[in-house]
T-cell receptor, first 109, second 115 residues
Framework: DAKTTQPPSMDCAEGRAANLPCNHS???????VYWYRQIHSQGPQYIIH???NNETNEMASLIITEDRKSSTLILPHATLRDTAVYYC??????????FGAGTRLAVHP | DAGVTQSPTHLIKTRGQQVTLRCSPK?????VSWYQQALGQGPQFIFQ???????QRGNFPDRFSGHQFPNYSSELNVNALLLGDSALYLC??????????????FGPGTRLTVT
């Protein structure tokens, strides 16, 4: 199972874009990158996923480098409610999710 | 449309006892995965059920077992509880799509405390 590396914590001002990096240098060609977030011991919430191309949905954008060894999750206009732990995951076989420690994002006024 | 539901919300058990946690998947989902999340850590994969069979298992002892019913709901059983089993137990459901891309939706979890 490919592992991911994320900074343990980040800060962002409300209304600004939050850019959360993730390294996954051992990712295989057919493995997807998934992002989830978890707000204060609630169940993790799905955000977005991608394989090769950049992806965008109503919550965020996902930028994957051409060599697929890293990616960035972008929250375009962070709000206080985006304060959470963000997990970057390379999805294993049969949809097994291997969570790391994640990035604790603090959005401040 | 109800999402993933879990019961009970909280549970307190004594060391050595047995516990059963329950999960109902999101409507239309046929696959259920269970995760254990200790305080301050990311969730750890326990196992996954599909078509009423355990399809994949993480690094957990045989004390952890499960079951999936014909309606796709699932149970997680833990025998001979240890203090270290205290954690938030998360259930996630998903659906097999064409290709190899599908999202897991998580329930709110069951907080188990072993004393």
């Amino acid at each position: 199972d490919a592992k991911t590396t994320q900074p343990p914590s980040m800060d962002c001002a409300e209304g600004r874009a939050a850019n959360l990096p993730c390294n996954h240098s051992t990712i295989s060609g057919n493995e997807y990158v998934y992002w989830y977030r978890q707000i204060h011991s609630q169940g993790p919430q799905y955000i977005i996923h991608g394989l090769k191309n950049n992806e965008t949905n109503e919550m965020a954008s996902l930028i994957i480098t051409e060599d697929r060894k890293s990616s960035t999750l972008i929250l375009p206009h962070a709000t206080l409610r985006d304060t959470a732990v963000y997990y970057c995951i390379v999805r294993g076989g049969y949809n097994k999710l291997i969570f790391g420690a994640g990035t604790r994002l603090a959005v401040h006024p | 449309d109800a999402g993933v539901t879990q019961s009970p919300t909280h549970l307190i058990k004594t060391r050595g006892q047995q516990v059963t946690l329950r999960c109902s998947p999101k409507s239309g989902h046929d696959t259920v995965s269970w995760y254990q999340q200790a305080l301050g850590q990311g969730p750890q994969f326990i196992f996954q059920y599909y078509e009423e069979e355990e399809r994949q298992r993480g690094n957990f002892p045989d004390r952890f077992s499960g079951h999936q019913f014909p309606n796709y709901s699932s149970e997680l059983n833990v025998n001979a509880l240890l203090l270290g089993d205290s954690a938030l137990y998360l259930c996630a459901s998903s659906f097999q799509l064409a290709g190899d891309s599908y999202e897991q939706y998580f329930g709110p979890g069951t907080r188990l405390t072993v004393t």
